[in-house]
């Protein structure tokens, strides 16, 4: 059985700097231990796919200085982490636009998801340069592109067929975690989550742990999860019952 797709807004890099006196990159960099606990943690909690949002296609809007560091900060977690994220089985792939990532980022992670393809434990699935409306948009015109060429009616431009392609058959999110204490999506898998049990904490994401994450895990277990219906599921979605008309 497939088990838990948990979806990370990792926020509060900044502001756990300033609290620290330092300045912003500290938090990124801080933020890169969190990551691997995490990561490390994951499996054990019966969770198989992690999508972490690193890098939203809003944040370029910042300063080259901090986008820059951030950049470096992923080749420098692909370079280091890579053995370790082998051995524990761990296959990384990217989502988001490729092409405006800079060429060293994107040969580092592409060179990671290649090394790491036959991880079977957990799929890391790395959000940079990531806006789900912009997903959904290029899923669309996909499947624009198909009809034109006489390949796909439109009526077959369905939820299923859309889902397919925006997603690549990877299951829904069961669970979303957002650090910092905001409570917003910012763009983050607005299609995947349609589902999902949102969980908010004040904890800062260069401060979240493993625990941090079990705790998550422990609030979502006392959901009642219906998907619609009168009938609790429990669990991740890919393992609920396919859903059935309730009559009588
Ligand atoms: C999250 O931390 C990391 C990224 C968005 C890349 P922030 O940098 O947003 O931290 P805050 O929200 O300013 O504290
Ligand atoms: C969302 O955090 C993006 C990531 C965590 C990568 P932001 O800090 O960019 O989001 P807003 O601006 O507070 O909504
Ligand atoms: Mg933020």
């Known amino acids: 059985m497939t088990g838990m797709h948990v979806a990370i807004i990792m926020d509060g890099n ?8 330092k300045p912003r990159w500290r938090g990124h960099l801080a933020g ?15 969770i198989t796919t992690l999508t972490l949002y690193a890098f939203s296609s809003d944040n370029w809007k910042r300063p080259a200085a901090e986008v820059g560091r951030l950049f470096w900060l992923l080749r420098e977690y692909c370079r280091r982490e890579r053995n370790e994220l082998i051995e524990n089985g761990v296959r990384v792939s990217h989502v988001g636009r490729r092409d405006r990532l ?14 790491s393809a036959a991880g079977t434990r957990l799929h890391l699935r790395l959000a940079i340069d990531y806006s789900a409306q912009e997903m959904i948009a290029s899923a669309s015109r996909r499947l624009a592109e198909e009809v034109q060429a006489g390949t796909r009616r439109p009526d077959e431009v369905t939820r299923d067929a859309l889902e397919l392609a925006l997603t690549d058959g990877v299951s829904p999110v069961d669970l979303l975690v957002r650090t910092a204490g905001e409570q917003r999506l910012s763009d983050f898998m607005l299609w995947e989550t349609a589902y999902a049990e949102l969980y908010f904490t004040p904890v800062l994401w260069p401060d979240f742990r493993r625990a941090d994450l079990a705790t998550a895990l422990t609030a979502f277990q006392r ?21 059935k008309l309730a009559v009588g």
């Open 223 to 243: 959901r009642e999860r219906r998907f619609g219906g009168l009938v609790a599921v429990n669990g991740s979605a890919a393992g609920a019952p396919a859903p």
């Open 102 to 115: 800079p060429t060293k980022a994107l040969t580092a992670l592409d060179d990671l998801a290649r090394q």
């Open 14 to 21: 900044g502001r756990w700097a300033r609290q620290q006196g």
């Open 32 to 46: 890169v231990d969190s990551v691997r606990d995490t990561v490390r943690g994951s499996p054990d909690l019966g």
